[in-house]
């Protein structure tokens, strides 16, 4: 593990042919997917897993939305940028902007909140553990792109 704070991740990708509808556009959900792998990405480059085995926490996602400027179709190239806009005791919020190229395509974000994870208890809100929390930074929104 490094020492590092982390505050944002870019990921390249190719739209796959089960990515896209009959007219060759990506549907809708599958924006939600490219954020969370982003954000899994994210995790990894700051040496830690959003779910590992047996930690007794977990990382339920509590609000997602997306904003679509312009389509994106099936073979095209593009990136995944997350960032973290905000971290609270209990929350991780995360914003997010997909390119292709120059060309903004959608804009989304994302809020999981920190739960104990005990199959014989609810769950319940809980604090991010420190180990976790001080891997992270807020990042600055370069660009208003998303909140």
Known sequence: MTDARHAEHRLRRRVQFYEADPAGIVHFSWFFRYMEEAEHALWREAGLSIAPPGAGIAF?????????HRPLRFDEEFDIHIRIAAITGKTIRYACAVRRGQTLVATGTMTVACVSHKPEEPMKAVPIPDAIASRFAVAADPEGESA
């Open 60 to 68: 339920p996602r509590v609000s997602a939305s997306f904003d679509y």
